[in-house]
């Protein structure tokens, strides 16, 4: 079991993608199929197994969010790092026992619970410092083929990052600086490279790295133990940074909607006929034999 923090602090401003679709307000709250996108993250991680606890940083409970497990808020403390070491601090004041927390994008509304629940089991199989998430090219592509999601180019595959990973609480505190500039430049994966090193840069550039020579090297620059972690479903790396994300988003999960919404009639119908059969059936006479 460990806590989640969700990061949903982004608000759009002029000249930004998603500020017509914002209003001024949380990216985070913008309607996706009916619900606010981050409600869709909350959901899941109330359906997860593993997740104990939920802090959400940026809102606050004016917002109208629920969620199946206990709901924290913090405030936007005005830099991603900022706001991920509070949630880590917040999370060990909630449970101190919990070496390790779930650090969840609030742009990534197709996640399922068992998604989760997949990731914490597989990470927890082994001791390292950060568990990060990489959706391969292939996976993506198959399940959202309109995406348009930009990818590093390995030696053995390409891949794009995922928006749910894993650290220990220790990483709230050490090496800061190299985190700040990595966050910094998460959108660019040749500018993390960069941050790490430019022999690491001039290699990825050349594509002499595999995805797991790439996690060592970083791993050792920065003095951590890292894992990749390598994702079968693409929806926890399908984060909404563009408008045609986002439409892409409402359209999927009003799709998803509609079908669970007619399995549901289905089971109720199923229900109700197998009530009325069970009325229907003749009843046994039971015969008092005579002394």
Known sequence: MMNAIVTAGGIPQPGDKLYAYSNGDSKALIDVAGKPMVQWVLDALGES???????VIGLSAKSGLTCKKPLHYISNQGRMLANIVTGVKKSLELNPKYEY????????????????DWLIKTSMQTRDDIYYGVCP??????RFPASNRTYTKLKDMEVCGADVNIVHYSMATDHLDTWEEL??????????AAVIGWDTLFQLFTKQFTLQGLVERASQRIGIKGRAIIWEH???????DKPHQLELMREDLAHQKKVAARASSKQRSAKIVAARMETKKPRTKVRVKKK
């Not at 197994?49 to 802090?55: A, E, L, M, S």
Request: charged fraction near 30%; glycine fraction near 4%.
């Open 49 to 55: 197994k593993q997740v104990d606890q939920v802090i």
């Open 101 to 116: 927390v779930l650090i969840v994008s609030s742009d990534i509304p197709s996640l399922k619970g068992e998604m989760v």
């Open 137 to 142: 090219r292939e996976v993506m592509e198959a």
């Open 183 to 192: 966050i910094g430049n998460r959108k660019s994966p040749l500018r993390q």
């Open 234 to 240: 693409a929806e926890p790396c399908m984060d909404v």
